[in-house]
């Protein structure tokens, strides 16, 4: 739990961190810029940080729309059988769960944050469900992610939870 804690508590320095480049790029007080939040949580730290990057954003003037990826087939609760099919889907190159449709374009937004927890290692299929039916040619696109302390290629590829 403590551990938990502690990567939550580096994701919100890296949020800071994260959101004060955005800043930045804003002036006056006018809504002139767009930001999508796309997210999955299970289990809803990934929808904390998701809710608290929104509250960010839009302190720095950004119009935010914020959405969770809801599974067509809902997952089941913390456990053996969660364990056993997130095993089965990460070890599937060709699974891309289904999810309730979301009415958006990346191609109007300005920044594009996309939040994931880590699942055995890797992001959950079904981000990739979303991220493969979007066209992001040309936009800019940041991951933020929660784990358990075992973050794997995403900790890589991403840095320190971010
Ligand atoms: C099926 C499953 C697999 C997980 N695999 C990992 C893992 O490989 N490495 C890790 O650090 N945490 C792992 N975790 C922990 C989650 O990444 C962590 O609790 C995350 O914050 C959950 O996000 P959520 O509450 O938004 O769903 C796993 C959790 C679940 C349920």
């Given at each position: 739990m403590l551990n938990i804690l502690k990567k939550l508590f580096a994701l919100f320095a890296g949020l800071t961190l994260m959101f004060g480049s955005v800043d930045a790029e804003q002036s006056g007080n006018v809504k002139t810029k767009k930001a999508l939040?796309?997210?999955?949580?299970?289990?809803?730290?990934?929808?904390?940080?998701?809710?608290?990057?929104?509250?960010?954003?839009?302190?720095v003037n950004y119009l935010v729309d914020l959405h969770r990826l809801e599974p067509t087939k809902p997952y089941p609760e913390y456990g053996d059988e969660l364990r056993d099919?997130?095993?089965?889907?990460?070890?599937?190159?060709?699974?891309?769960?289904?999810?309730?449709?979301?009415?958006?374009?990346?191609?109007?937004?300005?920044?594009?944050?996309?939040g994931t927890p880590?699942?055995?290692?890797?992001?959950?299929?079904?981000?990739?469900?979303f991220l493969e039916k979007q066209d992001f040619s040309?936009?800019?696109?940041?991951?933020?992610?929660?784990?358990?302390?075992?973050?794997?290629?995403?900790?890589k590829r991403y840095g320190n939870g971010v």
């Open positions: 939040i796309v997210y999955f949580s299970h289990t809803g730290n990934t929808k904390l940080i998701a809710e608290r990057a929104q509250k960010e954003l839009a302190a099919l997130a095993k089965e889907e990460t070890e599937n190159d060709n699974c891309r769960p289904e999810f309730e449709a979301i009415n958006v374009d990346a191609q109007s937004y300005d920044v594009i944050f996309i880590v699942w055995w290692y890797k992001a959950p299929k079904i981000v990739l469900s040309n936009k800019k696109v940041r991951f933020f992610i929660t784990h358990g302390g075992g973050p794997g290629a995403l900790h």
